[in-house]
Each structure stands twice: as C-alpha cells, then as structure tokens.
C-alpha cells in the first residue's frame, strides 16, 4: 500500500499504471474537505490466461513464439509484444501504427490504405499469410479493430510453425477476452480532423458455473486528412467463454462494416527523385475513390488440461472479407505540364475467406533425467480469393496535378473487362508438426523442429477463365536453436529456420515459378528482469526464386527475380526503468538487396529504410488536484525516425525520400466526477506536423504514401 498524503493507492500486479479496460476507482474529494480519501486503486491485468503475461509496457510470454506457454526468454527468436497498456497509451488507428515501434517492422504497400500489409526484416506483402488473428490465419483487410487487446511479432523464418509464408516473420492480433469480473464502460471520442467515435466494451461472469461474456461495439466516422475523403466503421464483435478447472472453451464473432478512401498518396517526379512539389493534403483521384466492404471472423477454441504436464489445445477459424470500390486511378504524369492520365477502375464483388483448423498437443516429459517441453499437431488452411467483376474506363488527360479540378471524371462509361475479371487464387494446405525444447540442465537449451506441408494452389483469371498458374507440392521445412542462460534472467541464443510460399500468379507469368524459399540465420541475447524485457539481434535472411511485376507495354506480368539478402542488427527493449518512468525503445540496422536478377540486382527491398530508430517514454505522476478533484495523471511522449526511404520503379531505378521523424504525445487523467469514475485521455499524433513518407508502391509510375499530418484526440471513458 502506497501512501500519498490523505491518499490510499493499492497496486496489483507490481505496477502503477492502469491497464487497458480495467477500472481504476478513484474517489473526488470535496473542497475544504482535507479528511476526504481517496479509496484504493485496484490495477487488474486484463489477461485470462496468465497474469505475469503483461507487466504495463513489459510482456515476457507469447504464444506466437512457440505455439505453447513457453518463456520468452527461453525462445530461440526474436519476439516484441506490444502490449495492452502501450495500445491504450498511444491510441494507434491501424495494425501499422501499432507496430511502428518494432524494430525492423514497417508498413507495405497496402494497396491505397485498404489492406494491411506489413514488412518484417524486409519482406511480406499484403497477402503473405502471415496475418493471424488468434493464432488463426485472418483475411480480414484490417486487423486492427477496437477488439484488439495486444500484438505479438514473431520475426524471421517461421514456416515450421505456421506453414506457407515469408520469412520476415508472422504477427499475431490477440482479442480481447471475457472475464470472470464484471467490467462494463463507455467511450466517446473526438478527432481534430473532424469526427466522433462511440464505444461499448461490456464483459463479465454468467452465472457462478465460470461462463463470462463479453460484447464491444463500436462505431468510428472520422474526416479523412487530406483534401476530401471520410472514414467510417462499425465492429460488433460478442464472445463467451467457460473457465472449467481442467477445460476451457471459448467462441468469438466480429462483424465490421467499413468504408475507406483509397488513397494511393503522391507521386515521384523523376525530375528531382522527390515526391512532386504539390501540398501534401492534394489527392490526385476522386472523392468516389473509396472501398466499402464488410468482413466476419469466427474463432472456437478448446484448451483442456489432461494432467500437470500434457495440455491439449484446438481450434476453428474462419474469417471472410467482401467489398467493392471506386477509383481513378493515375496512370502517368506529365511533369512539365502537370496533366495527368488518368483512368476510372473497379473491383465488384470482391471476396476472400479462409478456413482454418488446428489441433495440438503441449507436454513435458522426462526421459533420461532430461526435460523436454514438446508441442506437436496438425493444422489445415482453405484460403479462397476471387474478384468477380473488374471495371476498366477509357482513359483520360482532364485533370492537372499542379492546378486540380475534380469532378471532370466520372465512373459513366467504365465497362466490365473479361479479361481481368474473375481474377481467382485458391489455396489448400496441410501440415503435421513437431517440435522440442530439451532442457539439457538449468543453462542449456536445445530446440528442434520439423513440419511437412502438402499444399495445392490454383490461380488466374479471365472470362473464359485462364489458368495463370497450377501448382501441388509438399514441403519439409526444419527449424533449431540453442539457449545459454548465462543467468535466470538472462540469456544467449542461436536459431536456425527456414520458410516457404507457393508462386503462383493471376497475371501472366514470364517462365516457371518454383516456390519461393528462404532461410534464416539468428543470434541474440534477451534481459528479462521483473521490470524490463531486451532483445538484441542479428540476422540473416536469403531468399530465392522471388516473384515481382513488371509492366511491358501497359500489361503486368510476373517473373522470377533471382534472390533477396537481408541482414542486420535489431534492439528491442520495453518496461520500467525507474518505479514511475516507462520506456517502449527499438533500433533497426537493416541492408534487403536483391542479387541475381537482369533488373534489380543491387537494388534495395522496397518500403525497407537502412536505419530506423524509437523511444517513447511515460511517466506516472501519481494522484493530483484538478480544482476539488482528484486523480492519477500519466503523460507521455515519444518520438520515432528513419533514414531514406528506397523506392524503385520496377526497371531498376531507385530513388530515395527524405529521412522521416515524428512526435507523439498523450496525457491520461484517471479520475472520479460525481460519484463516476472517468478516464479522460489526450493524444497528439505527429506533434510537430512533419511530412514523412511510409510506404511506396507500383511498378513504372511510382506512388508513395504519405504519413498522416498532426491529429488532436480527446476521449472520455465512463467506468460503471
């Protein structure tokens, strides 16, 4: 019990801070009342499954990292968390920006900000596999949602584990559960870009037999940041769970409905090798420029403990995206003269759904004297996309970057193209894996594990339909590490593994397309004391047989472009370094080339800075006196930056943006109004408006995104 004055405070968990969605119960004191008290403080980790899983900025296990409840420290790879509290502080309005604070992960190209898509040391896309929700792969386009209780990072090689996939590594979106303690709350927030969003996050026991539900809507309608553009989303998402002794069920729905801009940023001007010298809130397409859609996500799992040591864990996962959009699309520019061509696109009846099963199981066994922790299963995986109807309008030079008009091109006249219509990839994959951790005494670790995959993958497009590719293959993919605790709470480690993904393409494929495959190399170290988690890194990655677009005479067409190199060095540390000082700090050195390939070889990987550095630190000013009330003041600030962005036009060309750096702030104020307990809670978002550049894509003509300018928050959070 800490004491401050007249004040009571009571801290759970060894920590200070409030943890998102648990309520803080402060009481107001009245003026001239100096025997007024302020009654406990009750801080509750808002995790159901362990509660030295999360510390405030500080997580020590992840499930991502080895499929069972292993240690972090025990790990033979690199793992960042970002955890609940961190979420709660900074507010982010994507998966993007949640991980912009983990070192060697950036945002991809994501296709004019309607689908996730995240590089991790260098690779991925925004259809890689490497999206779970839960464990279970997700096609939902934003993973991102008011469910969100926090984000594990899995980095490198990870197939042995998750089947098909880059090697840059897998993230995992863990939801928010249901309790066994009544939480109910209400959130109303503000934005300086014009807009309001609502929330309802209700969870708590059924009964006394150990049911608990939990239900959170939510809907968001917020003013685009640019010249024009809105965006909206609705999510209901109930859940229920049965805490038994030995058993645990559970089932989670999520329903979103969303409309976005699609918003593919601005462009380079190969005059100069920098974006064109137009203000940074000009778009250069319609306000019809939008994607509307909805998605669904169901997850059932099972955990049942067989005795002290054997666990057995299963699941059904499936998730479904549909959508639409509009778009006029910049085809090329005229630098000189500014005209633009440009051309009215679009997707209708968009859909994508992915099943997937999983069943393992977790024991440990003595043999010889000698602990194994083994985890073993099988896993299946449907991954169906089909885009139905495909619009293409005849193009035209109506419009001027320098001097826009808008308005001057409309959908009228764009017509179904057979051609690229029915575009479809269909993927079936199978999977059975082992693997075990050998605690060869109190310091020495050894990890081996092997998975085959037997996988079918069909791809193409057009009416009549044309297969592009066609594709059945099993694959064995190996992965081996080796722990030294030179102290409990400090180790060393090496890893080796390896990854894999099917190519296969809806656009015409110049040559064969054998399977991309790539391996990894690993050695680290990670402190793990009560108050900070570190990890430092070094890695190398080298990938073959990678598949890029090229566009020959307006059309796109893949090819094999030879092998990827990635290595560097990644620092990653996070938790308390003082009893009311929190820390969130990363470091990145990463050098991604390509080799081998008539084009690009030397060229760097896209959307992949050399360098890339964060610090965000908060600080717990304790209870204050705002006029007669009293309350718990945390505030916060942090600051991230990177060096020169490479972006290349698929021909060899490379350029290079300016180095980006941005500032973010928030204060929190955790009080009791009229016998209410009320979290208000500020946030800044690029604090100093700078202009910074976050992604790029597109062959031939260039386009970059642009990093979202300054945004004021507000949000208030009744508790009751």
Same mark, same amino acid.
């Given at each position: ?34 025997? *007024?008290? +302020? ?68 945002? =991809? ?22 999206? &779970?929700?839960?464990?279970? %792969? ?41 309790? &066994?303690?009544?939480?109910? /709350? ?15 996050? &209700?969870?708590? !026991? ?51 409905? #969303? ?86 696109? /679009? ?55 320098? *001097? ?76 081996? =590490? ?41 050695? =680290?170290?990670? +402190? ?28 796109? #067409? ?35 080339? #390509? ?13 992949? !800075?050399?360098?890339?550095?964060? %610090? ?70 690029? +604090? ?29 959070? %009744?508790?009751?």
């Amino acid at each position: 019990m800490l004491t401050h004055g007249a004040i009571a405070v009571d801290i759970q968990n060894d920590q200070t801070s409030r943890q998102s969605g648990s309520p803080i119960t402060v009481a107001a004191g009245s003026a001239g009342n100096n025997e *007024n008290v +302020l009654p406990t403080v009750s801080v509750k980790a808002n995790r159901d499954a362990d509660p030295k899983a999360e510390n405030g900025y500080q997580a020590k296990r992840a499930s991502v990292a080895s499929r069972s409840d292993a240690a972090l420290i025990d790990v033979p790879q690199a793992v960042t968390v970002v955890t609940s509290q961190f979420i709660q502080d900074r507010q982010p309005s994507s998966l993007a920006e949640s991980l912009d604070t983990v070192s060697g992960v950036r945002m =991809g190209n994501t296709l004019g900000g309607t689908l996730d898509a995240i590089i991790k040391r260098g690779f991925g896309d925004n259809r890689d596999n490497s999206m &779970l929700r839960d464990g279970m %792969l997700s096609v939902q386009p934003r993973n991102f949602t008011p469910t969100t209780e926090r984000v594990e990072v899995l980095k490198g090689p990870s197939s042995m584990l998750y089947g098909s996939m880059d090697p840059g590594g897998v993230i995992n979106v863990i939801s928010k559960k249901p309790l &066994l303690e009544t939480q109910r /709350s209400v959130t109303v927030s503000g934005s300086s870009y014009g807009g309001i969003s609502e929330q309802v996050d &209700l969870t708590g !026991p059924i009964g006394d037999s150990g049911l608990a539900y939990r239900l959170i809507a939510d809907h968001q309608r917020t003013n685009y940041w640019r010249n024009f553009g809105e965006t909206t989303q609705s999510v209901v998402a109930p859940s229920l769970a049965w805490y038994g002794r030995d058993t645990t069920l559970s089932f989670a729905y999520e329903h979103m409905n #969303y409309s976005v801009p699609i918003d593919r940023g601005t462009i380079i001007d190969p005059r100069t090798g920098n974006p064109v010298a137009v203000p940074k809130d000009r778009r250069f397409d319609e306000a019809y420029n939008v994607s509307a859609g909805r998605s669904d996500a169901v997850n059932l799992r099972f955990e049942h403990r067989l005795n002290q040591d054997w666990t057995l864990r299963g699941g059904y996962g499936f998730s479904r995206s549909y959508y639409n959009d509009w778009q006029a699309r910049v085809l090329s520019v005229n630098y000189n003269t500014g005209v633009a061509t440009r051309r009215v696109d /679009s997707t209708q009846n968009g859909v994508q759904s992915a099943h997937t099963l999983t069943f393992n199981a977790e024991g440990k066994v003595q043999w010889g004297g000698i602990q194994h922790d083994i985890v073993g299963g099988v896993d299946y995986m449907r991954n169906y996309r089909v885009l139905a109807d495909l619009y293409r309008g005849p193009s035209n030079t109506q419009f001027n970057i320098y *001097n826009p008009v808008y308005g001057v091109l409309t959908p009228a006249g764009s017509k179904i193209s057979p051609a690229d219509s029915d575009q479809t990839d269909k993927l079936i994959s199978r999977g059975i894996f082992l693997q075990d951790s050998i605690h060869l005494d109190s310091r020495w670790i050894v990890l081996a594990g092997l998975r085959y995959e037997y996988f079918n993958e069909l791809t193409g497009k057009g009416r009549p339909f044309i297969v592009g590719s066609q594709v059945a293959a099993g694959r064995t993919t190996p992965r081996a =590490g080796l722990v030294y605790k030179l102290a409990p709470d400090w180790s060393m480690y090496a890893s080796y593994s390896e990854s894999f993904k099917p190519n296969t393409s809806i656009a015409t494929p110049i040559g064969t397309l054998p399977p991309e495959l790539a391996k990894g190399y690993e050695i =680290g170290s990670k +402190l793990e004391t009560e108050q900070l988690t570190a990890t430092v890194a070094v890695f190398d990655i080298q990938k073959r047989n990678i598949q890029t677009t090229e566009t020959i005479g307006g059309i796109n #067409y893949t090819r094999n472009a030879g092998k990827a190199r990635s290595r560097g060095l990644e620092l990653d540390a996070s938790g308390r370094i003082t009893r009311d000082l929190s820390l969130v700090g990363s470091y990145a050195y990463t050098e991604a080339r #390509y080799a081998d390939d008539p084009k690009l070889a030397g060229n760097p990987l896209p959307n992949t !800075p050399k360098h890339a550095a964060s %610090l965000y630190l908060t600080r717990d000013f304790g209870v204050s006196r705002v006029g007669p009330v009293e309350g718990r003041v945390r505030a916060g600030v942090g600051a991230r930056v990177f060096s020169s962005l490479p972006v290349g036009d698929g021909t060899g060309k490379v350029y290079h943006l300016p180095y980006g750096r941005v500032m973010d702030a928030f204060m929190s104020w955790n009080t009791l109004i009229e016998g209410q307990a009320i979290d208000w809670q500020l946030n800044v978002k690029n +604090l100093f408006d700078s202009t910074y550049y976050t992604s790029s894509c597109c062959s031939g003509t260039p386009f970059v995104s642009i990093g979202a300018a300054r945004e004021v928050t507000l949000s208030a959070k %009744l508790n009751f």
